[in-house]
């Protein structure tokens, strides 16, 4: 069905404030259930009221609460808010609705065809539950490999992370308990991950392979399925940048999954006992170590962005090859400088920088949220391994190693959490903000054309 707008409100005398605040909210809404940050979802507010003649706007956002107030030209004030129960990253949804706040802020259209378009998006089927199965098990074969598994690891880990991409898809879409599903998916993956484990040693051993399937490096691949990484790094972000309650209440929501998770798999371990073998050699040397990582990095990339809703196209490619990117300047730096605990901050401060700038820039050549490019970056340096031999030591009673190990996940978080915060800060300070106006556009299934 094709719709002209032929005409926008030009009076301010003609304009249903309470129907523009609602649209405003309703658009803030899906940015912020989509996994958007804060800021953006208050500038995203602010300008579609502004754009309508709102005499002044007043936004307050918090991961569960959107509250906005405008003042009509008129001096009448309206006020709405919204409960945000559930969100999670959807990168495709996030991309739509900031697009769509953009041709509101431009276009101005009536209030009816702004709403249809809600409404559509809101209305979007999920993808089929195969879809994030295989997509996780592919994660989760990758992020073994990427923390020095080999195939065998990452073979016993696909089955793992497919399990646990379909319990979690079941169980998001009956809106369970967040920490409650963490410890299950967490218990789970690590009942499975020592078991199979176990069965691929014994098969290995029976053959007479010199192959050995490594545990830790099958558990770590699961666990990088339900790290909130993302979420802490995103949390600390925002305090740094002046958002403190929104900071604040992330990084508990953060601690909180953690603690879930890490009862999860302290559960797994605990029943398995004497199943499960720790210790890990080092079977990747000279180039097959960087040719492994390189692989794991674009599989992990790719596989991450498709389960966080990217669509296949020019913008996932962008976005692997910026992680990449951010991946070798990692490596090279992890191997000419080193990696002790002295310089575990610098080096992720150095490719949280890179990172950062590569997916501002790309932003704003393909007009997209800066957050589609630097999600699967982020996802890729979430400190996986150090959370988990925390873990690990924990339960061994090693409290020496427990603490080295959770003071260098501790460090991995600061550095990338201060590395976009300086990007973000200085990327908000020379953004131009360009306005136009807009009296006319065509618009056929969704896509707009003869802009005039």
């Not at 929501?253 to 998770?261: E, F, H, Y």
């Amino acid at each position: 069905m094709e719709r002209i707008i032929t005409e926008n409100v030009e009076t301010p005398d003609s304009i249903n404030y309470e129907r523009i605040l609602s649209i405003a909210i309703s658009v803030g809404k899906g940015l912020l259930s989509s996994g958007s940050s804060v800021s953006r979802v208050e500038t995203a507010v602010e300008r579609i009221c502004l754009s309508y003649a709102a005499k002044e706007v007043d936004v307050w956002v918090v991961p569960s609460m959107l509250t906005a107030t405008i003042v009509a030209p008129s001096g009448e004030y309206f006020s709405q808010n919204r409960r945000i129960y559930s969100s999670a990253n959807d990168l495709g949804k996030m991309e739509k609705f900031n697009q769509l706040s953009r041709d509101i802020c431009e276009l101005r259209p009536p209030e009816y065809l702004a709403e249809d378009y809600i409404a559509a998006l809101e209305a979007e089927k999920r993808k089929p539950l195969w879809f994030p199965s295989l997509m996780s098990g592919f994660a989760a074969a990758a992020f073994c490999m990427l923390f020095g598994g080999i195939w065998i690891d990452a073979l016993v880990a696909f089955p793992v992370g497919m399990l646990m991409g379909f319990v979690n898809t079941c169980l998001s879409i009956k809106s369970f308990n967040g920490y409650v599903r963490s410890f299950v998916l967490a218990f789970m993956g690590g009942i499975c991950s020592i078991l199979l484990s176990r069965a691929m040693i014994e098969i290995l051993a029976a053959a007479g392979s010199p192959l050995i399937c490594q545990t830790p490096y099958v558990m770590i691949g699961t666990t990088m399925l339900i790290a909130p990484g993302l979420l802490v790094c995103n949390a600390v972000r925002d305090l740094f940048v002046g958002d403190l309650l929104s900071g604040t209440l992330q990084i508990l929501n953060g601690i909180l999954i953690i603690l879930a998770v890490a009862a999860g798999y302290a559960a797994a371990m605990l029943i398995c006992d004497g199943l499960a073998v720790y210790e890990v050699e080092e079977a990747l040397m000279g180039t097959m170590k960087y040719v492994y990582g390189f692989m794991a990095c674009v599989l992990a990339v790719f596989s991450y962005s498709l389960i966080f809703g990217m669509p296949l196209g020019k913008k996932l490619i962008y976005a692997i090859c910026a992680t990449v990117v951010a991946y070798l300047a990692f490596v090279l730096y992890r191997d000419l400088v080193g990696y002790e605990s002295a310089n575990i901050f610098i080096a992720n401060l150095i490719v949280a920088v890179l990172g950062a700038t590569a997916a501002e820039i790309l932003a704003r050549l393909t007009k997209a949220p800066s957050t589609m490019y630097c999600t699967p970056f982020l996802v890729i340096f979430v400190p996986g391994g150090a959370l988990y031999y925390t873990m690990q030591y924990l339960i061994q009673s090693d409290m020496s190693r427990a603490g080295e190990y959770g003071m260098q996940a501790l460090l991995i978080f600061l550095g990338i959490a201060v590395g976009l915060s300086v990007v973000s800060v200085i990327f908000q300070l020379i953004r131009p903000t360009k306005r136009r106006h807009l009296t006319r556009v065509r618009i056929f299934n969704g896509k707009k054309t003869d802009k005039h």
